[in-house]
């Protein structure tokens, strides 16, 4: 059983809308020599993990013709649900699962839902040992290895203060990102993000929070407000503490005046040795501590978030009740195995602990652990009532008397925080504090919110609605405006047309390609960055106001799209050859259904531009939660007439005009010839993609004379639009870069060239090895059916296939050419170039297939600079003077 690829699926895939782990599982040789058969197998599974029984999973469809391997499905099957199971029993409970049957025999794709990206990797290779293990009756630990997965996944997930603020903000529709492994978190996107770290968010101040770390400074600042806080003094060693308790009166607290989370705390002192004991506990948290006045009544943390009181707990310590027959230590046992108490905060209670805090409160009391309490008598453990040490709490927001919630907002506006945890010690919070001596003893930045999402007794309150709230007002979801672009062919030269209507409206436009990251015109990052990696560090630009995504179909396979939403989804068109043949996506069919994702993230409010030209595509209306805009250039469309007929809309061509329809209205934009990169109207897949960023453009709400004036104002030089059809002169030959590599793009430039007659033309040509040979085959024999002259290169792109092979086979393609082409092979890029603006003459046409089109433009501009220059200077002095020498291992033949 190997896994030959484990992914996370980040975003929207194939499978999902939300994250899976996929596991390609090969049961080839496994199968070989099965101890067992399935159902039998199942059941050893079942009595190792009774929990197993419970677990449902994908339902088996009898039509599936790819399950011909009925011997090793019900174990790719088992692993399915043990990845599940796993993950459930180990407090991250999931409810998705699916197992695909690959082309090859025995193979499989496992697909779980996850939670947290480890743990579904980890739970796949604990339910991969545990299967090898049943099959040969080895003992294998399943309940030592869930609660591992258990620990692990208390340890990377979100806190329960920062999931609260998470939760709140994904029901709101807010996007967030997870920055680290602790609480940072971004929300929104682009120039709408915003971050915390826990309960502290982008309106914390850092001075804020220095000041309520300093428990004295928080004190002097309080009582100049008027609001009522206990008189104390700092001290510098244990006999200060104990003069300065003697000077304030007893009971007294010591405390570290910088801290939190109530570490080093001990409350009601009362003799010497206790206030010794308790400064050199507090100097274990911090250097300097203070002693201050006890104030008798119940500890209280009450909850300010902007300027309103959110929610109010009574605090209780952490403490035991006998039952005439147990030891302490026992009795803290049996506390602990309360579920909701955990480590780390991972849980809204924190176990109790017998350190010597605690072993010193028992000691006081005259108790060891080891002492078995009466039934019926409660001991403390800390004098201290924080979550964080094992205290507990109970809901009383409702009872807070509105001038005690005056005084904690008060204290809270005085130390500057926009999140505070206040905390009162008073009798009765149903009376103002100074009629009962009550008073603020600390005002805490980045507030523990677990006693107010789960109290012990009373109402949970919503905490975290109440900080995204003050983060982003209702009826705002941190989004820019986003836009989502695939297809095989016209994918780039969309992405870079709405791009650039978008930036018409003024805003700053961030853009994802093959050819780079840009924002605005500014490319940041060179190289195909049409995956998810390009699209997430859009979306985290702080600069960025709208985002374009070009979205190809290997970073959907490899990770899944990188936003988990978009307003506009375009889908070009489905063609041959894109890359068929790769991660068992074999089929056109399959490759819509692949390309689809962009469709399935298409927000309730947005909608997708789909090609009502292409079946494929045309077919993903179905899988849109938002409406539909179709576009085609032939006005009679029948799915675009019925459409029309039920209020839908539509971008068309008719008449040679752009045309907007909505419903049975419609609206002209502009002629078509008026579009410079339609080159007058004649290149038809160029039209296309105008009439798809019209659509894109009208569906984000931009003015039809913004779009009118931004298809005029679009260019189709080498800088607007590199190697996408750019036609140009270049010493008396026309010619013409284009980037298309696959079967159905070489079809449409041969289409769009046929618009341009010469008597001669010739091809300069190759393409990166990762395609079948049937696609290369077929190019070639295009090539040869099309141009009076082949010139064929390999460079570095050979992805896996000999060298040689690439030309080879687009040779065997080119001979069965109708047009007897002369066939000619060379290697390497700048040998070639260096070749056919040698032999091509003036007055023939050359098509430069550009692979690599950042290097080919970069070659164009500077020779065509050299000839602008105006200097006299022959074509080779030119060459030399732009294009790497020549290389000595160069090869070249005239094979036809």
């Known amino acids: 059983m190997k896994l030959e690829q484990v992914r996370a699926l980040r975003g929207p895939n194939r499978w999902a809308r939300f994250p899976v782990v996929e596991a390609l599982v090969d049961l080839s040789d496994f199968v070989v020599s099965l101890p067992c058969e399935g159902p039998a197998f199942e059941q050893r599974l079942i009595e190792r993990m009774p929990s197993l029984a419970e677990q449902s999973v994908s339902a088996i469809d009898p039509d599936d013709k790819r399950i011909a391997n009925p011997s090793s499905y019900p174990f790719a099957r088992a692993m399915e649900r043990l990845v599940k199971e796993l993950q459930c029993a180990a407090g991250s409970t999931v409810d998705f699962s699916r197992t695909v049957s690959s082309p090859k025999p025995h193979v499989y794709r496992v697909v779980v839902r996850y939670h947290e990206e480890a743990v579904g990797r980890e739970a796949v290779e604990i339910a991969r040992k545990f299967i090898l293990a049943t099959l040969v009756n080895e003992p294998f630990d399943i309940s030592g290895e869930t609660a591992r997965l258990r620990k692990l996944d208390q340890n990377i997930r979100l806190g329960p203060s920062t999931g609260a603020i998470v939760r709140a903000a994904v029901n709101r529709g807010i996007p967030y990102r997870r920055l680290n492994d602790g609480s940072l978190v971004q929300f929104g996107h682009g120039s709408k993000q915003k971050r915390i770290w826990a309960a502290e968010t982008h309106h914390t101040s850092a001075i804020a929070e220095t000041i309520a770390q300093d428990k004295e400074l928080t004190k002097q600042l309080l009582r100049a407000a008027g609001v009522p806080a206990p008189e104390g003094t700092p001290v510098k060693n244990a006999e200060e503490a104990w003069e300065a308790a003697q000077d304030i009166g007893v009971p007294v607290v010591v405390k570290p005046q910088f801290g939190n989370q109530g570490r080093g705390v001990a409350v009601n002192l009362t003799t010497r040795e206790q206030v010794l004991a308790a400064y050199e506990a507090a100097r274990e948290e911090g250097s300097s501590i203070i002693v201050e006045r006890f104030a008798p009544g119940c500890d209280h943390r009450l909850l300010v978030i902007g300027d309103r009181l959110i929610a109010a707990a009574r605090r209780e310590p952490p403490k035991v009740t006998g039952d005439g027959f147990r030891t302490i230590r026992e009795l803290v046992e049996i506390v602990n195995q309360d579920p909701r108490r955990g480590e780390d905060h991972a849980t809204c209670l924190s176990k109790l602990k017998l350190d010597d805090i605690g072993l010193a409160v028992l000691a006081e009391q005259g108790l060891t652990p080891d002492t078995i309490l009466a039934d019926g008598q409660t001991v403390v453990i800390r004098r201290n009532a924080n979550l964080s040490t094992g205290g507990s709490a109970a809901d009383i927001t409702d009872q807070v008397h509105p001038d005690v919630a005056a005084r904690a907002v008060d204290a ?252 049975l209205q419609e609206t002209v934009v502009l002629d078509i010839a008026d579009v410079p990169l339609t080159h007058n109207g004649r290149i038809w897949f160029q039209i296309e993609n105008v009439l798809a960023a019209t659509a894109a453009a009208w569906s984000l709400g931009i003015s039809v004379e913004t779009i009118r004036a931004g298809l005029k104002s679009f260019g189709t030089d080498l800088k607007s639009l590199p190697g996408r059809f750019n036609l140009f002169d270049l010493d008396g030959r026309t010619v013409v870069i284009d980037y298309g590599h696959n079967v159905s793009s070489l079809e449409a430039v041969i289409e769009a060239i046929d618009q341009f007659p010469h008597e001669r033309r010739n091809v300069l040509y ?88 950042d290097e080919t433009v970069d070659f164009v501009e500077r020779y065509l600079k050299t000839r602008a220059d105006g200097r006299q200077i022959s074509l080779d002095e030119a060459l030399d003077a732009v294009l790497p020498a020549t290389e000595p291992a160069a090869v070249f033949a005239v094979v036809s």
């Not at 295009?782 to 687009?810: K, P, T």
């Not at 700048?830 to 297939?849: C, D, F, K, S």
């Open 412 to 663: 809270a506006r005085v130390i500057g925080l926009d999140v505070a945890g206040v905390d009162i010690v008073a009798t009765d919070v149903r009376r103002p504090l100074e009629d009962q001596g009550g008073v603020i003893v600390e005002v805490n930045a980045a507030p523990g919110l677990r006693m107010h999402l789960e109290p012990s007794e009373g109402l949970a309150r919503p905490v975290g609605e109440a900080i995204i709230g003050t983060m982003y007002p209702e009826g705002e979801n941190g989004r820019v405006p986003t836009v989502a672009i695939t297809g095989t062919n016209g994918k780039t030269t969309t992405t870079r047309l709405i791009a650039h209507l978008l930036r018409s409206t003024g805003r700053r436009v961030g853009m994802t390609c093959t050819e780079g990251v840009y924002i605005d015109s500014r490319r940041i990052e060179k190289g195909d960055c049409s995956g998810p990696l390009s699209a997430q560090s859009v979306l985290m630009n702080p600069s960025v106001e709208a985002a374009v995504l070009e979205t190809a179909r290997g970073g959907i396979l490899r990770a899944g799209l990188g936003f988990d939403q978009c307003d506009v989804a375009v889908v070009t068109n489905i063609g041959d050859g894109d890359h068929l043949g790769l991660n068992d996506i074999d089929t056109v069919e399959q490759l819509a259904e692949v390309k689809r994702v962009i469709v399935t993230a298409v927000a309730p409010t947005g909608a997708a531009v789909l090609n009502a030209a292409d079946p494929l595509v045309a077919e993903m209306a179905s899988s849109c939660l938002g409406s539909v805009i179709y576009f085609a250039r032939e006005a009679g469309n029948s799915i675009i007439n019925r459409h029309r007929q039920h209020g839908g809309r539509a971008v068309l061509l008719v008449e040679d005009r752009v045309v907007l329809v909505d419903g």
């Open 766 to 853: 190759s393409a990166a090895g990762d395609r079948r040979d049937e696609d290369f085959v077929r190019q070639g024999e295009l090539l040869g059916d099309h141009f009076d002259r082949v010139i064929l290169y390999e460079d570095h792109y050979l992805r896996g296939r000999a060298e040689g092979e690439i030309m080879r086979l687009f040779r065997d393609g080119a001979k069965t050419g109708s047009r007897q082409s002369q066939i000619e092979e060379i290697k390497g890029w700048a040998n070639a170039m260096r070749h056919v603006l040698r032999t091509v003459p003036a007055g023939e046409l050359l098509l430069i297939q550009a692979d690599v089109v």
